[in-house]
C-alpha cells in the first residue's frame, strides 16, 4: 500500500489526451491505480491506456454529449465502478467579450461547466450507492483573475469554483468530496508555442516568484493528494498551483522610495 493510499482504485480522467490529462493518468497509475482514459479523441488515449497498463482503458466521450457521457459511464460502472473522478477536459476560444459568439460561448461552457456537471452525475452516481467517493476538477486562476480576450474561458472557469463547492456542500453527507486545482502558467502541448520564442518565455518566467513554468506533473501530484484518502478532511477548496503568480499584484503598483 503506497502512502496515496491509491492502490486498486478506479480512476476516471477526462480530456486524458491532453497534456495535464497524460500526466494524471500516468500519475495515478504509478500508484497502482486502475485509470479510466475518457477523450474526444480515443486514439489519443489507446496507446497510453496500453503504456501504463494496470487494466487502464480508453473510452471515447464528448463531454458536450450527455448520451456519450452516460455510455461511458455505465461501461465503467460494469467494469466495477469509478471511485474517483477527475473533471480536467476542457476547451479554449479566444476572443473579448464585445464580440464572442454565443456559439462560441456556449461551446465553452458546454464543455468547461455543463460537461464537468454531467460528468459528476454520471459518474458520481456510483460513488453515492456506495457511500464513498471524490471529485477533482481542475479549474484555473483565470476562474479568479479576469484574462483580457478569454472573458468565455475565465467564466467557465469561474462557474467550476462554485460547482465544486456546491457539490462538497450537498454531497458531501453522502460520502463524496470536491475540491479544486487551480493551474497558472503551464507548459502543455496546447501553450507551446508560447514558449518557442524564448523572449516571452524569459518573460514569463519573470512574473512568477518560483522563476519557473509549471509543468503538467505539478498539477498531477496536487490532484493525486487531493483524490487520496489523506485527504480525507478537504472538501470544498480550491488549490492554487500557480508558482505564486497570483500572488504578485500589489507589486505592480508603483510605490516611490521603496524597493
Not at 117 to 135: D, E
Request: charged share 15%; aromatic share 6%; with cysteine.
Amino acid at each position: 500500500m503506497s502512502w496515496l493510499g491509491l492502490d486498486g482504485k478506479t480512476i476516471v480522467v477526462t480530456g486524458a489526451g491532453g497534456g495535464i490529462g497524460q500526466a494524471l493518468a500516468r500519475a495515478f497509475a504509478g500508484e497502482g491505480a486502475r485509470v479510466v482514459l475518457i477523450d474526444r479523441d480515443e486514439a489519443r488515449t489507446a496507446p497510453l491506456a496500453a503504456e501504463i497498463g494496470n487494466g487502464a482503458f480508453a473510452l471515447a466521450c464528448d463531454l458536450s454529449k450527455a448520451g456519450e457521457i452516460a455510455a461511458a459511464a455505465e461501461r465503467v460502472e460494469a467494469a466495477g465502478g469509478a471511485d474517483i473522478l477527475v473533471n480536467n477536459a476542457g476547451i479554449l476560444r479566444p476572443g473579448p467579450l464585445e464580440s464572442v459568439s454565443q456559439a462560441d460561448w456556449s461551446a465553452m461552457l458546454a464543455v468547461n461547466l455543463t460537461g464537468y456537471l454531467a460528468a459528476a452525475q454520471a459518474f458520481g452516481k456510483g460513488m453515492i450507492a456506495r457511500g464513498q467517493g471524490a471529485l477533482v476538477h481542475v479549474a484555473s486562476i483565470a476562474g479568479s483573475q479576469p484574462q483580457p480576450a478569454s472573458g468565455a474561458y475565465s467564466a467557465s472557469k469561474a462557474a467550476i469554483l462554485m460547482l465544486s463547492r456546491q457539490l462538497a456542500c450537498e454531497w458531501g453527507p453522502k460520502g463524496i468530496r470536491s475540491n479544486t486545482v487551480s493551474p497558472g502558467l503551464v507548459r502543455t502541448p496546447l501553450s507551446e508555442p508560447f514558449y518557442r520564442d524564448a523572449e516571452v518565455r524569459a518573460r514569463r518566467e519573470a512574473m512568477v516568484p518560483l522563476g519557473r513554468i509549471a509543468g503538467p506533473q505539478d498539477m498531477a501530484d496536487v490532484a493525486l493528494f487531493l483524490a487520496s484518502p489523506r485527504a480525507a478532511y478537504v472538501s470544498g477548496q480550491d488549490i492554487v498551483v500557480d508558482g505564486g503568480l497570483s500572488q504578485t499584484l500589489m507589486g505592480l503598483v508603483p510605490r516611490p522610495g521603496y524597493a
